[in-house]
């Protein structure tokens, strides 16, 4: 059975920093595009974030280039989201996912992610 299970969010100032974490389990993480997606109230899902299975190739959300940055760790199953000088507008649930396809040039697209986690709130204040 695969697990994604995020965690790190919470309330925030506004140019404050906070790091998610997504542990994942039940598949081979090494092998799996690993992404972030968020959902801000009453909007849709959008891309964030993510990040090639050997961690060499990242892309980012224009929305949050320079601000944000994907890493991840193999050894540890485990993808990251550090999420630096935040706005208010970056208020929203944020979901990792797992992409056991591999085909990089479509890591923005949520549709292509086999496995979801449930979610970590991030709040930012103004």
């Known amino acids: 059975q695969v697990q994604l299970m995020e965690s790190g969010g919470g309330l925030v100032q506004a140019e404050g920093s906070l790091r998610l974490s997504c542990a994942a389990s039940?598949?081979?993480?090494?092998?799996?595009?690993m992404g972030w997606f968020r959902r801000a109230p009453g909007k849709e899902r959008e891309f964030v974030a993510a990040?090639?299975?050997?961690?060499?190739?990242?892309i980012y959300a224009d929305s949050v280039r320079g601000r944000f940055a994907i890493s991840r760790d193999n050894a540890k199953n485990t993808v990251y989201l550090q999420m630096n000088s935040l706005k208010s507008e970056d208020t929203a649930d944020f979901y990792c996912?797992?992409?056991?396809?591999?085909?990089?040039?479509?890591?923005?697209?949520?549709?292509?992610?086999?496995?979801w986690g449930q979610g970590t709130q991030v709040t930012v204040s103004s």
């Open positions: 039940g598949l081979t993480f090494s092998s799996s595009i």
């Open positions: 990040i090639s299975t050997s961690g060499w190739s990242t």
């Open positions: 996912a797992a992409d056991r396809s591999g085909i990089w040039n479509r890591a923005n697209v949520a549709a292509e992610y086999d496995f």
